[in-house]
T-cell receptor, first 118, second 113 residues
Framework: NAGVTQTPKFRILKIGQSMTLQCTQD?????MYWYRQDPGMGLKLIYY???????DKGEVPNGYNVSRSTTEDFPLRLELAAPSQTSVYFC?????????????????FGPGTRLTVT | AQSVTQPDIHITVSEGASLELRCNYS??????LFWYVQSPGQGLQLLLK??????LVQGIKGFEAEFKRSQSSFNLRKPSVHWSDAAEYFC???????????FGTGTRLLVSP
């Protein structure tokens, strides 16, 4: 059980380039999330998904796109990279309900992708 | 809107001393509360969580936190800090029927010898 995995770990992009950040979880979780972390700003939610085929915007979705074709994968796409997208990106997941049937909001995080846009 | 406040950006504690990190939230009903730790270059790891019941919760690595409804607080404590506790700590709140978390801006803990 690998949990949440993210690739790549590091990436440098030039302005205007595009890339996809990969996220995979093997815990059969319905809910998945993408956050960005900037110094002193905590984590900001970019997009989230409540199941395959269903995605929605978070606080800071501009400049990003997502898709969710399977339960396991939730890739994040940057189409035209800008310096403002320099950040550390985290993927997270959680099941819909806890083992006792109560709501469970504990999220499991991947190790992150450090992206620099120059 | 729901929010989480961690008023201390940085805290320095001597090794062996006690620690308290503050967290305040704004939310009308009983929230679901979490503390996460992030070591340098790593992802976030859950330290402890509060859903209901006993307001003093125990977590991993010797941490505990107390939920105080009257103060809308969920402060993290440790009686004796170790050098390996140096990290960034995030408080987060989830709310009923809405599977998203709101994170505080974090507190960076430095441990001096």
């Amino acid at each position: 059980n690998a949990g949440v995995t993210q690739t790549p770990k590091f990436r440098i992009l030039k302005i205007g380039q595009s890339m996809t950040l990969q996220c995979t979880q093997d815990m059969n979780h319905n809910y998945m999330y993408w956050y960005r972390q900037d110094p002193g700003m905590g984590l900001k939610l970019i997009y989230y998904s409540v199941g395959a085929g269903i995605t929605d915007k978070g606080e800071v979705p501009n400049g990003y796109n997502v898709s969710r074709s399977t339960t396991e994968d939730f890739p994040l796409r940057l189409e035209l990279a800008a310096p403002s997208q320099t950040s550390v990106y985290f993927c997270a997941s959680n099941p819909e309900l806890g083992t006792s049937g109560s709501p469970l909001y504990e999220q499991y995080f991947g190790p992150g992708t450090r992206l620099t846009v120059t | 809107a729901q929010s989480v406040t961690q008023p201390d950006i940085h805290i320095t504690v001597s090794e062996g001393a006690s620690l308290e990190l503050r967290c305040n939230y704004s939310y009308g009903a009983t929230p679901y509360l979490f503390w996460y730790v992030q070591s340098p270059g790593q992802g976030l790891q859950l330290l402890l969580k509060y859903f209901s019941g006993d307001t003093l919760v125990q977590g991993i690595k010797g941490f505990e936190a107390e939920f105080k409804r009257s103060q809308s607080s969920f402060n993290l404590r440790k009686p004796s800090v170790h050098w390996s506790d140096a990290a960034e700590y995030f408080c987060a709140v989830g709310y009923t029927g809405f599977q998203k978390l709101v994170f505080g801006t974090g507190t960076r803990l430095l441990v001096s010898p």
